[in-house]
């Protein structure tokens, strides 16, 4: 077998290729996969999490200037994405089905459902990211025992330990490790990263969902006290 050329470049990147062996490339076309795969996830993930967090800020300050919930009702659909508005639109709709009185204990548990399943949306797929980073090392892992395989035949092949012998098992080694971290290491920081936005998004929503509880109860005692003073407010 010819001895790679290891210059750095482009046509030395070609040159490795054409002289690596099947499994050598497999592993490489897995790993780029996942590579493309990953940073797809990332750069979407960043994307729909920096909306969340500026319109869950702008969510909070309507709701804190809003005087009453009904008024807040009919501007809320303006804060998508944000998780707080599918929770705020769960509690106001559990709200208006007890006109016959409030139950704490269903509106607590609608609050708190809508918030388990906002959280849920924005950690779906994160576990990719986490198995990419994991796994992607060991797969790497593969190329390089491969590529130590195949110094040590071509050893036997030449019988004599020349660099001529193991220069193309050890660049396929070489070669396959360092696919592997670049394909786990931005996985794996991402993971943590977008991870930890939703751990504060999520505290952010659980102290929403006890705030919005306490409304809800307030604005419902209100609206129960004006109808039995004669009113009939409308809910929407």
């Given at each position: 077998m010819q001895l790679?050329?290891?210059?750095?470049?482009?046509?030395a990147l070609t040159e490795f290729l054409s002289q690596s062996g099947p499994v050598a490339k497999t592993v490489l076309v897995i790993l780029l996969l996942m590579s493309i795969f990953s940073w797809a996830l990332i750069l979407k993930k960043w994307g729909t999490l920096r909306r969340v967090r500026r319109q869950t800020r702008r969510f909070l300050q309507a709701f804190h200037k809003a005087g009453r919930l009904p008024e807040m009702h009919t501007v809320v659909d303006g804060f998508r994405p944000s998780p707080m508005v599918e929770v705020f639109e769960s509690g106001y709709e559990e709200m208006t089905r007890q006109r016959g009185g409030v139950r704490a204990a269903a509106l607590e548990r609608a609050v708190r459902a809508a918030i388990t399943d906002q959280i849920t949306a924005l950690e779906d797929r994160l576990g990719w990211l986490a198995t990419i980073a994991g796994a992607s090392p060991f797969i790497g892992l593969f190329g390089t025992v491969w590529g130590i395989i195949n110094a040590f035949h071509g050893l036997a092949a030449e019988g004599a330990a020349t660099l001529r012998a193991v220069a193309p098992g050890i660049?396929?080694?070489?070669?396959?490790?360092?696919?592997g971290l670049?394909?786990?290491?931005p996985a794996l920081i991402a993971y943590n990263v977008l991870s930890n936005q939703v751990k504060v998004i999520a505290a952010t929503t659980d102290e929403f969902g006890l705030e919005l509880i306490n409304r809800l109860e307030e604005t419902?005692?209100?609206?129960?006290?004006?109808?039995?003073?004669?009113?009939?407010?409308?809910?929407?």
């Open positions: 790679p050329n290891l210059t750095p470049g482009t046509g660049s396929e080694a070489l070669v396959t490790t360092a696919a670049f394909a786990a290491v419902a005692g209100t609206q129960a006290e004006e109808t039995a003073a004669g009113y009939r407010p409308s809910l929407r």
